[in-house]
């Protein structure tokens, strides 16, 4: 520990972390690991973070921004006199105060992330819960007799308290019906609900999606005569798990059950149960990840909602940190009055800014959310946040993707859209690169180091075009990784590589060849042991062809011309390949999505963002793009303009792209002022 050299970055994070207590930010933490020559990127960083906090080792300050701290003492009345510290195995010790780990307990930190993967376990803050009791009680306080109110998922009942203060506060009976899988939750929920002057606790142990359907269980959501059993008010942060994480309740099952399917998540069938479960009238308060607005995954799950739910507010949290999951959280809020879509639904958000003016400081994201000014950029501590206002606007494509219409940039989109086009989608595939699914062994920085016997032939070993060498226009290729390929094309089909004739290959994947069998699914689906996992097709890689990046602050498409050695795609990029034919339209999408308006076109329509600005960029959104007739005299502008950028033959490129961006404005007819706010909320973005 004492060792500098010997320590894994989890331990090196925790020693720079006040002893005492205190806390420390984030930003200044990620500056003294890179003055100690540690470059940590934001995803590691907050992966490492987040794991320590789970595993509680670490908790969230206090100060806004993103602060951390260690747990002490008065933070756990079991590990009275114990320190914290993490070994290098990446497990969390709990030692006593001399540091000499007497008498240690040894708790595994990925045991806590793994059941936080399992149950979909991120306890919702007070504060928050606060904010979405008030949402569900002002609009359900008209209802006579005691208010019922479910959440079922209620672990340690937090949601239900907020309800609980709320009633007490107005005079208001209550019942508060809570639900969870968790004995020990629904323990503490017990103990810590019965204060209440003003409600009855219905506290009982279950799994919501069977209730009622047949399962020894606790709870049963039908009455003693067999009737569904109905509630005033739902309120909850349903578990987030991927159903192929899910144990018992079998992906097809919950599928069928609850009329979705593809990839749906746990939060999905809560959703559709809860509406169920509300009486007539009644009122839905759920707060969940915001993917389910703008992914496929979640098209069904959107399309449920608006035939059975009049949704009135949505709020999207973003990146505001506002709790502890891997998820950027939305709160929406509906009432179950009948099938049709309400004409006007507010829809707020609010995400982290670099934007420097400000126009006040406010004490809370709460207080941030309420302002009336679209775009307003508040200051709460040292951060900057914007926040959007609007109504919710729903896409007029196949999926149906909610968003933030704002009142400026609505009429934009629709102007943008209602030019003939065809969609990327319509036109080109978007495919993932390549995942072989043992990186160490397959991708490479170059192979010259290793023995020559040992050594795979050049024949097998490509270059791999992967996030680092993404640029716009043309691939920054100073610095490019190479692979080991395990796949060609022989009699038109694509196979592996026949070792026997590479056995500089061969003699290299046998040394690995322990870890590669270790991937069971390759061997379950009676693929080779050697086999890179997702090859994708080696016949199109010798292709005219625009790639990017999955993750980036901005677009980085770029085009790489055809070549007979080529360049494969690695799996944090996607790729798009251009046949012949299509070689115009392909520039056109290039000089589209490449240009301020793409930018504009993304935020208000997708808007997911990750932590710090960056953008995703994944098929189900690229698709989505508007490619207007390549033929015209105002795309052949955007073309030759793009021309000019990939073959660098434009005078100065900042100059080649700000006429690139005004073909692009001027090919979608926006006037200035269009032009302005596009360019005003580019600034703000
Ligand atoms: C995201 S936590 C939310 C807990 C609590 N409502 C809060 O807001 O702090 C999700 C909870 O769902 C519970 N859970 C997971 N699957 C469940 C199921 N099928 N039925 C009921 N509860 C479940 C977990 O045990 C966990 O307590």
Redesign the pocket.
């Known amino acids: 520990m004492n060792n500098p050299k010997k320590m894994t970055l989890a331990e090196t994070i925790f020693s720079l972390i006040p002893a005492d207590g205190s806390s420390i930010g984030n930003g200044r933490l990620r500056d003294q690991l890179s003055s100690m020559g540690h470059y940590v990127d934001e995803d590691t960083y907050s992966k490492i973070r987040n794991d320590m906090i789970r595993s509680r080792v670490l908790r969230i300050g206090r100060g806004r921004g993103g602060t951390v701290r260690r747990t002490v003492c008065s933070d756990a009345g079991t590990i009275q006199n114990e320190t914290e510290v993490v070994d290098s195995s990446c497990h969390c010790l709990l030692v006593d105060s001399t540091g000499k780990g007497e008498g240690l307990s040894k708790v595994n930190l990925k045991a806590p992330a793994d059941s936080i993967k399992a149950?979909?376990?991120?306890?919702?803050p007070d504060h928050l819960?606060d904010f979405m009791a008030k949402l569900a009680i002002d609009r359900a306080s008209t209802v006579s007799g005691p208010l019922s109110v479910l959440?079922?998922?209620?672990?340690?009942?937090?949601?239900l308290r907020a309800i609980g203060r709320i009633g007490d506060t107005l005079k208001m009976h209550t019942r508060l019906i809570g639900?969870?899988?968790?004995a020990g939750?629904i323990e503490k929920a017990r103990e810590c609900l019965s204060g209440f002057k003003n409600a009855t606790i219905e506290v009982s142990l279950?799994?919501?999606?069977?209730g009622g359907y047949g399962q020894a269980t606790i709870f049963d959501d039908r009455d003693s005569a067999g009737k569904q059993k109905k509630y005033d008010v739902i309120i909850?942060?349903?578990?987030?798990?991927r159903t192929q994480n899910i144990g018992d309740?079998g992906p097809k099952e919950l599928s069928s059950k609850f009329g979705l399917d593809g990839r749906v998540d746990?939060y999905h069938a809560f959703i559709v149960k809860a509406i169920d479960d509300l009486k007539d009238g009644g009122v839905m308060v759920f707060v969940t990840s915001n993917r389910f607005m703008v992914t496929n995954a979640g098209e069904q799950l959107r399309k449920a909602i608006l035939t059975r739910l009049k949704i009135e507010e949505v709020i999207d949290f973003g990146d505001t940190k506002i709790f502890d999951a891997a998820v950027l959280p939305v709160v929406f809020v509906g009432v179950k009055v009948g099938t049709t879509v309400p004409a006007e639904v507010i829809f707020r958000r609010i995400y982290e800014t670099r934007r420097r003016s400000t126009s006040r400081t406010v004490g809370s994201i709460y207080e941030a959310i309420e302002s009336q000014v679209d775009q307003e950029c508040v200051c709460i501590g040292e951060i900057n946040y914007v926040i959007s206002r609007g109504t919710m606007g729903i896409l007029k494509s196949a999926a149906k993707t909610w968003y933030l219409a704002r009142p400026s940039s609505a009429p934009i989109i629709d102007k943008i859209f209602s030019i003939e086009h065809k969609k990327v989608g319509e036109i080109f595939n978007v495919r993932v690169g390549i995942k072989t699914t043992a990186d160490n062994v397959f991708i490479r920085d170059g192979w010259s180091g290793i023995e020559e016997s040992k050594r795979p032939e050049d024949e097998v070993i490509y270059p791999l075009f992967t996030s680092d060498n993404a640029a716009r226009w043309t691939p920054n290729l100073s610095r490019l990784k190479s692979i080991l390929y395990t796949h060609l094309v022989e009699n038109g089909r694509r196979t592996t590589i026949p070792l026997d004739k590479y056995p500089g290959a061969k003699a290299y994947l046998t040394d690995h060849r322990e870890q590669l069998e270790g991937r069971k699914y390759v061997v379950k689906a009676k693929r080779d042991w050697f086999e890179i996992w997702v090859p994708q097709d080696p016949s199109l890689w010798s292709h005219d062809k625009i790639v990017f990046p999955d993750i980036s602050t901005e677009p980085k498409f770029s085009f790489i011309p055809a070549s007979p050695h080529p360049l494969l795609v690695n799996g944090d990029c996607y790729y798009i390949i251009v046949n012949k034919n299509l070689v115009e339209e392909a520039l056109l999408m290039l000089g589209i999505i490449n240009s301020k308006l793409s930018v504009f076109i993304y935020d208000e329509l997708f808007n997911n963002k990750l932590y710090s600005g960056k953008r995703r960029f994944i098929t189900q959104y690229i698709q989505e793009y508007p490619i207007p007739n390549p033929a015209s005299l105002k795309a052949r502008k955007v073309v030759d303009a793009v021309r000019g950028l990939i073959n660098h033959s434009a005078n100065g490129a900042n100059e080649a792209e700000q006429s690139l961006n005004t073909a692009v404005y001027d090919l979608f007819n926006l006037s200035s002022s269009e032009q302005a706010v596009v360019e005003k909320a580019e600034r703000a973005s």
Not at 179 to 182: A, F, H
């Open positions: 149950n979909g376990v991120h306890y919702t819960c959440d079922p998922a209620c672990g340690d009942g937090a949601l639900v969870d899988i968790d939750a279950g799994d919501y999606l069977k909850s942060n349903p578990p987030y798990v309740v746990l």
